[in-house]
């Protein structure tokens, strides 16, 4: 895929990264050097961009050349859950997942495996069993297939959608959580045991941001870290329409279980829409994994609007009939760190003084198109050290954030705030930290600061 690189273009590509990297920034490949397809830009961040894929689509050429040419990590879709590899209880069916292996590895590209434990897609003998029947099945299940796949896949989703939705913050009932409550943990040692090179995942959905549900995943995994349960990450399926907006605090969200020693995925991303408002969504999305150091890619749930679970919705980066939708090159473009929507925001020119007592002061530089607007925050410490800081303003009727970066948000709209995180606290005084928010309507021209 990078064999056209030449030794000047790495250079250029290093020497940004080493920028960024430098500046806490994402990285920023310029315009001239910008990759022409999803998988091979990710790679530039040393990510993947992948999809799900039917293995009975592969026959059809549009979507099996959009496949080879844009995806460098595939997830099938339903051909390695319980129903499809394991018919009968000890037969094993691999046909379909392995014609997705084997594709994917003649393309060089990364496996996701989907998934060893599910409540759900369950054969109709399993749904018959219970107890210590269905817990040695499920054991063997995950021990079976992971062998068959082992050191082939990427990353394995090892249970799937375990917690319950609504306020509870607990486990959904099923057949397997009625086996005992350590079944998660069960099938993860099982998992690891059989492809100790997999990285084992927890994958759900309506986790996206901060709530009940996701806070008891954080929960789990925190759990799981103190007592040596193998866990290497977690899957965030990020399923959105309006119902389900790609929330505020993705990318903060994303970050908290990143900061618990696990790599995080965006593992089944859809967002029902069409044009700027879908290609706004896709860009947010995308650029909330690259924020993240541990947040290994992004897996869209299909390749054309046709192919997916809610077609209606049209909530992919293709038409039907395989054009690239706007959606896909404002993702493309994010990955780019390029600038259709929105454009990176100028470094401000004039960098006022630093304030003469404590405390703090914010100053925004402002990216402003019609209907949305990038802004970037420039916090400065006065005559002394900052330990925490908090910079408040006022968005107009209307206006909303709907992402932001290096900072912890509250509220989207009307007085919002937004407060540092783990790494950035700390500012010596006269010394600046910068922040960012992108949001819909008009932004904002002035904040205040706080000092904590
Ligand atoms: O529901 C969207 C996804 C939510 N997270 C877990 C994913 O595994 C899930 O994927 C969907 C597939 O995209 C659908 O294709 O899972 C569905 C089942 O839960 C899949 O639908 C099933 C149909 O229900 C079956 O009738 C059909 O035989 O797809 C099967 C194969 O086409």
Same mark, same amino acid.
């Given at each position: ?243 389900? #907006? ?28 069409? *044009?700027?408002?879908? $290609?706004?969504?896709? $860009? ?56 259709? #929507? ?10 006022? #003084?630093?304030?003469? /007592? ?23 410490? *006065? ?14 009727? /209307? ?54």
């Amino acid at each position: 895929m990078d064999t056209t690189r030449s030794p000047r273009r790495r250079r250029v590509l290093a020497a940004a990264a080493a920028l960024a990297a430098a500046a806490g920034a994402v990285t920023v490949a310029s315009a001239a050097e910008a990759a022409t397809t999803l998988g091979a830009s990710a790679a530039e961040h040393g990510r993947y961009f992948g999809t799900a894929v039917a293995a009975y689509k592969l026959s059809d050429s549009t979507y099996s050349g959009i496949l080879d040419r844009e995806f460098n990590s595939v997830t099938p879709e339903n051909e390695m859950k319980w129903d499809a590899t394991e018919p009968t209880q000890g037969s094993f069916s691999y046909g379909s997942a392995d014609q997705i292996v084997a594709r994917a590895k003649a393309n060089g590209a990364k496996v996701r495996g989907h998934a060893l434990a599910w409540h759900s897609q369950q054969p109709g003998w399993a749904q018959n069993l219970s107890g210590t029947a269905l817990r040695n099945a499920m054991v063997n299940h995950v021990t079976q297939v992971a062998t068959h796949y082992k050191g082939q896949i990427d990353s394995w989703d090892v249970v799937n959608e375990a917690f319950a939705d609504g306020g509870s913050g607990g486990r959904r009932d099923s057949n397997l959580q009625r086996t005992g409550n350590d079944w998660i943990e069960v099938a993860f040692r099982a998992a690891r045991a059989a492809d100790p090179a997999a990285k084992l995942c927890y994958n759900d959905y309506n986790t996206d941001g901060q709530n009940a549900k996701s806070n008891g995943v954080y929960a789990m995994v925190q759990d799981f870290k103190a007592r040596g349960v193998p866990i290497d990450c977690v899957g965030f399926q990020s399923h959105f329409n309006a119902n389900s #907006p790609l929330p505020a605090d993705y990318q903060a969200n994303l970050q908290r279980f990143a900061d618990l020693g696990v790599d995080v995925q965006i593992t089944e991303l859809d967002i029902e829409g069409s *044009g700027t408002a879908q $290609a706004n969504s896709y $860009a947010s999305a995308v650029r909330a994994c690259l924020a993240v150091t541990r947040c290994n890619g992004i897996t869209v749930w299909g390749i054309r609007d046709s192919d997916s679970w809610r077609a209606s919705g049209t909530p992919l980066l293709f038409d039907g009939s395989g054009n690239k939708k706007p959606a896909y090159t404002a993702a493309l473009d994010a990955l780019n760190g390029g600038s259709t #929507p929105p454009s990176t925001p100028p470094p401000s020119t004039s960098t006022p #003084p630093p304030p003469t /007592g404590s405390g703090c002061t914010a100053t925004i530089a402002l990216n402003q198109w019609t209907g949305g607007f990038v802004a970037t925050v420039k916090v400065t410490a *006065g005559a002394s050290r900052l330990a925490g800081w908090t910079a408040g303003l006022t968005l107009s009727s /209307g206006s909303s954030v709907t992402n932001s970066w290096n900072a912890q948000s509250s509220g989207s709209s009307g007085a919002v705030s937004f407060s540092n995180v783990a790494y950035n606290g700390s500012v010596n005084a006269g010394a600046s930290t910068e922040f960012g928010f992108q949001g819909t309507g008009t932004g904002p021209s002035s904040a205040t600061c706080t000092a904590r």
